[in-house]
């Protein structure tokens, strides 16, 4: 059974009493909200043959089946590998089971995430089918990334906008999800997560704390040459790319903004404020813009999956970085 959060109730309440449903949605927010869950609880509603008020029953032959995971009537469109494009012929697999009776004689669902991770020719091949669906089929697409998305398949879907938790509603569920880290590590973890609550749990799980203190002192070190930016790419060879690129985004705009309002209450986290308001101080306007347009081309790269040489371009970012004080 998918967890139900909070922050949810209101939707959950819109969507679960719809007397008719659209033949596709488009659940679209941040990462680490719980769309998945979201998504997953509708399905449920949605097959159940004896829904119980808003809910799924648990009881009948489908909830039972949904559960097993051997549900005939479904189908879960994802990567085949983490971080992976979805491919047309997975797609392929989907339009040939749309277009199938449901053997349960009720509805079929489809779940697909996330959205973005399918190239343009899986997307293409995706639109019939959302467009005009055979039989009572519903298609739940979830896409943390919407602005990835063809104006084709947004266009035809019920775009539904997921609520990202209050600062409170976020901080209260992680005291529970992770009761064993303190509270002023909870809060760093949202922080890091961009006010998400789940992103927060799973990079408590992926060890982010830790990989931040180690890029926080590598940073610290390269600008008092005291490590050179080919040994910093060595050692952080294994940390995710897009984290890294999300931090250095991070620490570019906190620099122009404090550029441009000198406000000392705006400098971001603890342990990089000191280092961003030196950097914001020595650095030529103009440079650092040229680095955060540079930066966020390389993160688009990273975030679109291309063929990167990871420690070239790590390298490459260092190297930048370490130039950015002084004349430009």
Same mark, same amino acid.
């Given at each position: 059974m998918a967890e139900a959060y909070p922050w949810q109730e209101p939707l959950w !309440? !819109? +969507? &679960?009493?719809r007397p008719r449903h659209a033949h596709a949605y488009l659940l679209h927010g941040p990462a680490g909200i719980g769309k998945r869950d979201l998504a997953e609880r509708l399905m449920a509603r949605l097959l159940c043959q004896k829904p119980d008020s808003l809910e799924a029953c648990g009881q009948c032959k489908a909830c039972h089946l949904l559960a &097993? #995971?051997?549900?005939?009537?479904?189908f879960v469109l994802e990567p085949e590998e983490a971080d992976k494009a979805i491919k047309v012929d997975q797609v392929r697999e989907l339009v040939s089971f749309v277009v199938q009776t449901a053997q349960l004689g009720g509805r079929k669902v489809v779940l697909l995430e996330p959205v973005e991770a399918m190239n343009l020719n899986s997307a293409n091949a995706l639109l019939k089918s959302l467009e005009e669906p055979s039989g009572d089929t519903v298609l739940l697409l979830v896409s943390h990334q919407p602005s990835r998305l063809l104006p084709t398949v947004k266009s035809r879907c019920v775009q539904q906008a997921c609520p990202l938790p209050s600062p409170q509603q976020s901080l209260a569920w992680l005291a529970q999800a992770l009761p064993e880290v303190s509270d002023e590590q909870r809060g760093e973890l949202l922080a890091l997560a961009a006010g998400s609550p789940l992103m927060a749990r799973r990079l408590h799980a992926q060890g982010v704390l830790e990989q931040r203190a180690l890029v926080v002192e590598g940073v610290k070190k390269l600008l008092k040459q005291q490590a050179s930016p080919s040994q910093l790419a060595e050692a952080w060879k294994t940390l995710p790319m897009a984290m890294l690129f999300d931090w250095f985004c991070d620490w570019a705009q906190l620099m122009l903004r404090y550029q441009l309002s000198r406000d000392e209450e705006g +400098? #971001? &986290?603890a342990d990089m404020r000191k280092v961003v308001q030196y950097l914001a101080d020595k650095t030529p306007q103009h440079k650092l813009l040229a680095m955060q347009d540079w930066l966020l081309q390389q993160r688009q790269k990273v975030l679109g999956k291309a063929n990167l040489n990871g420690a070239l371009l790590l390298e490459a970012l260092l190297v930048q970085w370490a130039s950015l004080p002084g004349p430009g």
């Amino acid at each position: 059974m998918a967890e139900a959060y909070p922050w949810q109730e209101p939707l959950w !309440q !819109q +969507l &679960a009493s719809r007397p008719r449903h659209a033949h596709a949605y488009l659940l679209h927010g941040p990462a680490g909200i719980g769309k998945r869950d979201l998504a997953e609880r509708l399905m449920a509603r949605l097959l159940c043959q004896k829904p119980d008020s808003l809910e799924a029953c648990g009881q009948c032959k489908a909830c039972h089946l949904l559960a &097993a #995971g051997t549900h005939p009537d479904v189908f879960v469109l994802e990567p085949e590998e983490a971080d992976k494009a979805i491919k047309v012929d997975q797609v392929r697999e989907l339009v040939s089971f749309v277009v199938q009776t449901a053997q349960l004689g009720g509805r079929k669902v489809v779940l697909l995430e996330p959205v973005e991770a399918m190239n343009l020719n899986s997307a293409n091949a995706l639109l019939k089918s959302l467009e005009e669906p055979s039989g009572d089929t519903v298609l739940l697409l979830v896409s943390h990334q919407p602005s990835r998305l063809l104006p084709t398949v947004k266009s035809r879907c019920v775009q539904q906008a997921c609520p990202l938790p209050s600062p409170q509603q976020s901080l209260a569920w992680l005291a529970q999800a992770l009761p064993e880290v303190s509270d002023e590590q909870r809060g760093e973890l949202l922080a890091l997560a961009a006010g998400s609550p789940l992103m927060a749990r799973r990079l408590h799980a992926q060890g982010v704390l830790e990989q931040r203190a180690l890029v926080v002192e590598g940073v610290k070190k390269l600008l008092k040459q005291q490590a050179s930016p080919s040994q910093l790419a060595e050692a952080w060879k294994t940390l995710p790319m897009a984290m890294l690129f999300d931090w250095f985004c991070d620490w570019a705009q906190l620099m122009l903004r404090y550029q441009l309002s000198r406000d000392e209450e705006g +400098l #971001g &986290a603890a342990d990089m404020r000191k280092v961003v308001q030196y950097l914001a101080d020595k650095t030529p306007q103009h440079k650092l813009l040229a680095m955060q347009d540079w930066l966020l081309q390389q993160r688009q790269k990273v975030l679109g999956k291309a063929n990167l040489n990871g420690a070239l371009l790590l390298e490459a970012l260092l190297v930048q970085w370490a130039s950015l004080p002084g004349p430009g």
